[in-house]
């Protein structure tokens, strides 16, 4: 069973950068037939797409976030990464990695994130 | 950037109401919409993709219809475990996949 888990600091100060990891367990990230996402939710908000990598590196990014973002893949290690720079508190927010082939499935459990000094 | 409105934003039912939640996108996506349950402090799980195809382990209960800008979820029968927030999501567009502001379906 495919199974994907958040992990990374939970309070980020601001100008500072977001680091997360998502480590997927239960099938390779080499597979050719998906991407790997990342969405994010402020407390009491909706969903927010950031971002998604295919397992060759090729990625799609926010065009609202795309100045401040890195999205990057590790096959040896299963595992692909968000990087999200000069973080103010409107970044504050659970940030879940997913699975996508037009649609997102599965998810992690997320991961809240603080922005705070 | 393809908006995606939700309504009603939450809505009132008793167990056993039929329940239909709406999203329209700003403009055509075909069938390329998505349905996703989430229960406070978990994430989002998928009910429904390609607008009507059930997602495996998915109850039956819940049916989606729809094709070009408007979209419908419907739950036939509302049972307690079904109180959640549904959120709709459009994957026509691949550059930029967004997102409707969600529907809180909460015990009358």
């Known amino acids: 069973q495919l199974q994907l888990q958040e992990s990374g600091p939970g309070l980020v100060r601001p100008s500072e950068t977001l680091s997360l990891t998502c480590t997927v367990s239960g099938d390779s990230i080499n597979s050719s037939s998906y991407y790997w996402a990342w969405t994010r939710q402020p407390p009491g908000k909706g969903l927010e797409w950031i971002g998604s990598i295919y397992y060759s590196g090729g990625t799609y990014y926010s065009p609202s976030l795309k100045s401040r973002i890195s999205i990057s893949v590790d096959t040896s290690k299963n595992q692909f990464s968000l990087k999200l720079a000069s973080v103010t508190a409107a970044d504050t927010a659970v940030y879940y990695c997913a699975r996508y082939s037009n649609r997102f499935d599965p998810w992690g459990q997320g991961t809240l994130v603080t922005v705070s000094s | 950037d393809i908006q995606m409105t939700q309504s009603p934003s939450s809505l009132s039912a008793s167990v056993g109401d039929r329940v239909t939640i709406s999203c329209r996108a700003s403009?055509?996506?075909?069938?390329?919409l998505n349905w996703y349950q989430q229960k406070p402090g978990k994430a989002p799980k998928l009910l429904i993709y390609l607008a009507s195809s059930l997602q495996k382990g998915a109850p039956s209960r819940f049916s989606g219809s729809g094709s070009g800008t408007d979209f419908t979820l419907t739950i036939s029968s509302l049972q307690p475990e079904d109180f959640a927030t549904y959120f709709c999501?459009?994957?026509?567009?691949?550059?930029?996949?967004?997102f409707g502001g969600g529907t809180k379906v909460e015990i009358k």
């Open positions: 403009q055509s996506i075909s069938r390329y």
């Open positions: 999501q459009q994957s026509y567009s691949t550059l930029l996949l967004t």
